[in-house]
């Protein structure tokens, strides 16, 4: 998640001789990631309603067909941005031990995700991406999907119980819930838990969810 | 929750003679509550941040005036239409159950809150609600004094457990999760999941936070 500057900011506008032209410039291999800092910037300041292809490919100092040869569609610019945004989130199977001990997986998951939020960078980044899924029904779209795919799926193969996938989403719903009512309603007194008080209560759930067929 | 339409449509902009006067229809027993109504359909129609106690009161048919009369500000008028869409979730303390027995209470709290949000109408007004807090943060800060007041507090009195207003809110977490997930971004299974088949997972997770003091 290192960002990414534009390399010069007043390049495209330059028209000298001598320099790259503006076909180079935006096929460069920043140009890409450019677009996706561009793209994940935008949607956070103006939510997915009010972002365009074209408003992206401006921000990253590119042409819009460049942002459609890249990604594709708004929609698919904005998956490339959810899975910018989510990057640490697809780290949950690796928490979960993918085939190792599930001893402790509820506590190494309330730990990991809290982790997550706790870092401001990530929280606004993730709350950004949020507030468009919740007022979005195409953003919520592209959330669903890679939940589904890319942790979901992912968390469910390495279970040893039945009903997998909708334990592993049990799980995930309690850290959703507990990141609504903590992050962004703020209500006491769980807004000022410490991630540690937070955690005790909740490992023994994730842990029941992930690991007892009972 | 009975809706209560405008009684004439068209009363304030007849200017003949022998029909109530301006005054008379603003502050007839109905405006209070077509007032709150309005109020209501305003913010779930457009979202906290357009809605004006001038539209709120074009919508009712009365003066500007007789809103501010009624409920003050914007932020209060907001705060009585959460009131208003939140009152099953003011039963939640009845469900708990005032010093009867606690057994069967995790259950008791899954099954009420899943109600809730299965019946259709309440589940868009409480969405919209939602959508508001998640968007705007004085819509959170009267939802977030809503629930810690009218629910966490209600509930924590009694629970015979340490850290009573804590849990409860973990009870609550865990619930506005799973709407989350089923109901906003609606993530497969859970989104399909039998209600039966979340409260039989749930239901030991919320004895366990209300009722252990483990």
């Known amino acids: 998640m290192t960002g990414t500057a534009p390399p010069s900011a007043s390049a495209p ?51 819009a067909a460049l942002v459609h040869h890249y990604f594709g569609t708004k929609d698919e610019v904005f998956e490339a941005a959810v899975e910018m945004t989510l990057e640490p989130v697809q780290l949950v199977p690796a928490v979960i031990g993918g085939g190792a001990s599930l001893d402790g997986v509820g506590e190494r998951m309330a730990r990991f995700f809290l982790g997550i939020w706790e870092n401001p960078a990530t929280r606004a980044q ?16 592209v959330l669903r999907s890679f939940v589904l795919r890319r942790v979901l799926e992912r968390v469910a193969a390495d279970l040893d119980v039945p009903d997998a996938h909708f334990r592993a989403e049990l799980a995930a719903s309690h850290m959703v ?17 410490e991630p540690e008080e937070i955690i005790t209560m909740v490992a023994p759930t994730l842990q029941r969810y992930l690991t007892d067929p009972g």
């Open 177 to 193: 819930g507990i990141a609504v009512l903590r992050y962004v309603i703020k209500v006491e007194p769980l807004a000022s838990a």
């Open 13 to 63: 506008r330059r028209r000298g001789r001598g320099r790259p032209s503006r076909a180079e410039a935006d096929s460069g291999p920043g140009a890409r990631q450019r677009i996706l800092e561009a793209a994940r910037a935008e949607f956070a300041a103006r939510g997915y309603d009010k972002t365009s292809v074209r408003g992206i490919a401006k921000a990253a100092e590119v042409d």
């Open 126 to 141: 993730i709350l950004a991406l949020f507030r468009s899924a919740v007022t979005h029904e195409a953003a919520a779209k």
